[in-house]
């Protein structure tokens, strides 16, 4: 059972679409179940993140931990967006059933990689910040969520 705020998210998600020239663009997947997300990032010249959209391809509870992703994101530093963990996905969409918990793991993931790509394009060092994974099934193996 999705919480209200899950459905919400991906009945209205907010910040969906791509953006023209963007700082950084991130694309994250999972094999095992075919989701795809791809987030665009607008930062100015202070590290602060102007704008952010998203395109995903998957389930409803992708849909929706993209959508509030982008709204943890909005407004912060590249620093404070670094920060946003799956976890902190999950809590601000009131929980996600255990078997979609992935959905916040490629959420986080598709920030760092859009972030990966901004640090790339513009010759920076991002304190913390390591080479995203393509497929989030490398991160599960690896860690448990």
């Known amino acids: 059972m999705y919480s209200e705020k899950v459905m919400d998210h991906f009945n209205h998600p907010r910040n969906v679409g791509e953006i023209e020239h963007p700082s950084g663009v991130g694309t994250v997947g999972n094999a095992k179940c075919g989701d795809i997300m791809r987030m665009y990032l607008d930062i100015d010249e ?10 995903t391809f998957g389930c409803g509870a992708a849909v929706a931990t993209s959508s509030m992703a982008t709204e943890l994101v909005k407004g912060k530093t590249v620093e404070e967006a670094l920060k946003v963990t799956n976890k902190a996905v999950m809590e601000a969409l009131d929980g996600l059933p255990p078997v979609k918990v992935h959905c916040s793991l490629l959420a986080e993931e598709a920030i760092h990689a859009a972030l990966w790509d901004y640090a790339a394009k513009h010759h920076l060092t991002i304190e913390g910040l390591e080479k995203p994974v393509n497929d989030i099934e490398e991160k599960i193996q690896d860690e448990e969520y």
Not at 46 to 55: A, E, L
Request: aromatic share 10%; glycine share 10%.
């Open 46 to 55: 202070d590290g602060i993140i102007r704008d952010v959209k998203f395109k």
